[in-house]
């Protein structure tokens, strides 16, 4: 399973062509993908009108839904951020943390542009769905 975080569906649905969103091109409708309850509201939250809100809504909600965080996550998330920390890198938002700790926890590969993911998968485990994870 694949879990597509905000940075890939914000370009997908600008239409901007990347490795990432072709990759999502190429997984929708042939492969199960996940989305993040927070990862929905990042993506939402950018949208000026109500009829391209609402086209990016069904197609998100058209996949299943997970949510991202809990006490569970929350702790490693902290934990993973601390490690991370320790090796002299500051992961800038807290949102990543807990996507990349979810990720790691439920063994999910995550497609994602957003370079703030890299240390996680250089360091913690984290499967990059890019890299053919």
């Avoid at 600008?14 to 091109?25: N, V, Y």
């Avoid at 949208?47 to 991202?68: G, Y």
Wanted: proline share 2%; charged share 20%; net charge negative.
């Amino acid at each position: 399973m694949i879990l597509i975080d905000s940075s890939v569906w914000i370009d997908y649905f600008r239409g901007t062509a990347t490795p990432q969103t072709e990759k999502l091109d190429a997984l929708l409708g042939t492969e199960p993908v996940l989305t993040g309850d927070l990862i929905l509201a990042e993506v939402l939250q950018g949208f000026q009108n109500n009829r391209d809100f609402n086209q990016a809504r069904k197609l998100l909600t058209s996949l299943e839904v997970i949510a991202l965080g809990g006490q569970d996550v929350a702790i490693q998330a902290a934990r993973n951020f601390r490690a991370l920390r320790s090796l002299g890198i500051t992961v800038r938002k807290t949102i990543d943390t807990v996507i990349a700790t979810r990720c790691i926890e439920s063994n999910l590969a995550l497609l994602y542009s957003d370079k703030d993911f890299d240390p996680f998968v250089q360091h913690l485990g984290l499967r990059s769905a890019l890299q053919g994870a």
